[in-house]
């Protein structure tokens, strides 16, 4: 008797590179992202997550290898993958001069929202985020909390199969931080999404991620389930303890002048 077909995979990629003349950040990445998985995807500064992420969003070519996003060619049919995920960047994506309604209208135009169901959709997605009643206020006077619950509703608001998230919860504290993590749990059982996020902070890995796959060099060190990770280390392990073993046991002080500026700017903005 044959059972039912397995779902294919919301995200793969085979060998997939990157290089910058000699320098190779990404180096041969094979992923496989289940659908309706939250997916962490963590590494010390310069291991090659930034990188991995603009080209699974089609805003960076990869040298070599191949990515399928939502069944779709990252090379190939790059429209096809922009109109099935929503991505979130570490830096503020929100229009402060605008309010939470007229930046929610702007995504709803940019993703082809039919016209008809704008206002609904809308209507919806600041009451999923519990902004309802702000809506009509500009960005600039939210809290750093609901900054990013209004930067998810944008990204979700086309209705994504698949969602990035590059440091969600930077600067933010932790009820704020918290809420955020709420927020993307119901957006998985509500919507049936995946999720594949980005983050320094293991507490935020532990809590959200079903696999969770750590890089270094380029490549994908380990992978795992976090109780699988910690177990793989040894009795009493953390997850920290596994990410400070993957890095060598030592803090990765890599990043350009440039990255430090736009991550202290958007804790500092976002705080």
């Given at each position: 008797?044959?059972?039912?077909?397995?779902?294919?995979?919301?995200?793969?990629?085979?060998?997939?590179?990157?290089?910058?003349?000699?320098?190779v950040?990404?180096?041969?990445l094979?992923?496989?992202?289940?659908?309706?998985?939250?997916?962490?995807?963590l590494?010390?500064?310069?291991?090659?997550?930034?990188?991995?992420?603009?080209?699974?969003?089609?805003?960076?070519?990869?040298?070599?290898?191949?990515?399928?996003?939502?069944?779709?060619?990252?090379?190939?049919?790059?429209?096809?993958v922009?109109r099935?995920?929503?991505?979130?960047?570490?830096?503020?994506?929100?229009?402060?001069?605008?309010?939470?309604?007229?930046n929610?209208?702007?995504?709803?135009?940019?993703?082809?929202?039919?016209?008809a169901d704008?206002?609904?959709?809308?209507?919806?997605?600041?009451?999923?985020?519990?902004?309802?009643?702000?809506?009509?206020?500009?960005?600039?006077?939210?809290?750093?909390?609901?900054?990013?619950?209004?930067?998810?509703?944008?990204?979700?608001?086309?209705?994504?199969?698949?969602?990035?998230?590059?440091?969600p919860?930077?600067?933010?504290?932790?009820?704020?931080?918290?809420?955020?993590?709420?927020?993307?749990?119901?957006?998985?059982?509500?919507?049936?999404?995946?999720?594949?996020?980005?983050?320094?902070?293991?507490?935020?890995?532990?809590?959200?991620?079903?696999?969770?796959?750590?890089?270094?060099?380029g490549?994908?060190?380990?992978?795992?389930?976090?109780?699988?990770?910690?177990?793989?280390l040894?009795?009493?392990?953390t997850?920290?303890?596994?990410?400070?073993?993957?890095?060598g046991?030592?803090?990765?002080?890599?990043?350009?002048?440039?990255?430090?500026?736009?991550?202290?700017?958007?804790?500092a903005?976002?705080?």
């Amino acid at each position: 008797m044959i059972g039912p077909a397995a779902e294919s995979p919301v995200l793969e990629t085979a060998a997939l590179t990157r290089r910058f003349g000699s320098i190779v950040p990404v180096h041969h990445l094979d992923l496989v992202v289940a659908q309706r998985a939250i997916f962490g995807l963590l590494g010390p500064n310069g291991a090659g997550k930034s990188t991995t992420i603009k080209m699974l969003t089609t805003l960076l070519p990869p040298s070599s290898g191949t990515a399928r996003v939502a069944g779709y060619d990252i090379v190939r049919e790059p429209w096809g993958v922009r109109r099935q995920i929503g991505y979130v960047p570490q830096l503020l994506s929100a229009d402060g001069a605008l309010t939470g309604y007229e930046n929610l209208l702007l995504s709803a135009r940019l993703y082809d929202v039919p016209r008809a169901d704008r206002r609904s959709r809308i209507d919806e997605a600041l009451a999923f985020m519990g902004l309802e009643d702000a809506g009509h206020r500009l960005a600039r006077t939210y809290s750093g909390g609901m900054v990013r619950r209004l930067e998810l509703a944008q990204a979700m608001l086309h209705r994504p199969v698949l969602l990035f998230l590059d440091e969600p919860t930077i600067g933010l504290d932790p009820i704020a931080r918290h809420a955020v993590w709420e927020r993307l749990r119901e957006s998985r059982r509500q919507f049936a999404m995946s999720v594949v996020i980005t983050t320094h902070d293991m507490e935020e890995a532990e809590a959200l991620c079903d696999t969770i796959a750590i890089m270094h060099g380029g490549r994908v060190a380990v992978q795992g389930t976090a109780a699988a990770l910690r177990n793989q280390l040894g009795p009493g392990a953390t997850l920290d303890d596994v990410f400070a073993d993957v890095a060598g046991g030592s803090i990765d002080e890599g990043g350009s002048y440039r990255d430090a500026r736009s991550t202290r700017r958007t804790a500092a903005r976002l705080g």
